[in-house]
T-cell receptor, first 110, second 114 residues
Framework: DVKVTQSSRYLVKRTGEKVFLECVQDMDHENMFWYRQDPGLGLRLIYFSYDVKMKEKGDIPEGYSVSREKKERFSLILESASTNQTSMYLC?????????FGPGTRLTVT | DAKTTQPPSMDCAEGRAANLPCNHSTISGNEYVYWYRQIHSQGPQYIIHGLKNNETNEMASLIITEDRKSSTLILPHATLRDTAVYYCIVRVGLNAGNNRKLIWGLGTSLAVNP
């Protein structure tokens, strides 16, 4: 079975802090994704990566950056966290067809 | 990518078949239909996908109409653990560039009742 793990299930950070969310997949998938999910808005794509060191902006990249130094790991970085970045963050990976998701990180910025 | 329309919520009795509809009237010839579900407080889970033929796996069956403008996900014997939000998405099957992206709607919230 594909396993996608995220570094934390719950995280509380202060406004202005730099935040790192880590995602690791164990199936040698080329593609990895970061989404955020908010009530009434559904899943929105922040960034995705289709190879090591390659990245593409999704629909809402502002305020975020990403890093993919190794194939299995995709990091989401909030350079200076703000309260409007309080959300559920979901990581996914895929090879050809279905995307496989991690359990999510619920981030609260106070 | 084509847009999909799903009912916001549905109910189903435990042990009965759950039939979840999805309209995708603007689907293109090379777009696949994907279904995912999300159980409360978990990440979405891939269920099944298809192009034009009906598909079945251990989780569900996917019925696509001949004109491909709509589809139905069937859970043959729904259990309480099938209570979740079900998402229908259409996407070009090529695994390149922006075709890797999925566009998520709000899905159908299925409640399986005892």
């Amino acid at each position: 079975d594909v396993k996608v793990t995220q570094s934390s299930r719950y995280l509380v950070k202060r406004t202005g802090e730099k935040v790192f969310l880590e995602c690791v997949q164990d199936m040698d998938h080329e593609n990895m994704f970061w989404y955020r999910q908010d009530p009434g808005l559904g899943l929105r794509l922040i960034y995705f990566s289709y190879d090591v060191k390659m990245k593409e902006k999704g629909d809402i990249p502002e305020g975020y950056s990403v890093s993919r130094e190794k194939k299995e790991r995709f990091s989401l970085i909030l350079e200076s966290a703000s309260t409007n970045q309080t959300s559920m963050y979901l990581c996914a990976s895929s090879l050809f067809q279905g995307q496989y998701f991690g359990p999510g990180t619920r981030l609260t910025v106070t | 990518d084509a847009k999909t329309t799903q009912p916001p919520s549905m109910d189903c009795a435990e042990g009965r078949a759950a039939n979840l509809p999805c309209n995708h009237s603007t689907i293109s010839g090379n777009e696949y239909v994907y279904w995912y579900r999300q159980i409360h407080s978990q990440g979405p889970q891939y269920i099944i996908h298809g192009l034009k033929n009906n598909e079945t796996n251990e989780m569900a069956s996917l019925i696509i109409t001949e004109d491909r403008k709509s589809s139905t996900l069937i859970l043959p014997h729904a259990t309480l653990r099938d209570t979740a939000v079900y998402y229908c998405i259409v996407r070009v099957g090529l695994n390149a560039g922006n075709n890797r992206k999925l566009i998520w709607g709000l899905g159908t919230s299925l409640a399986v009742n005892p």
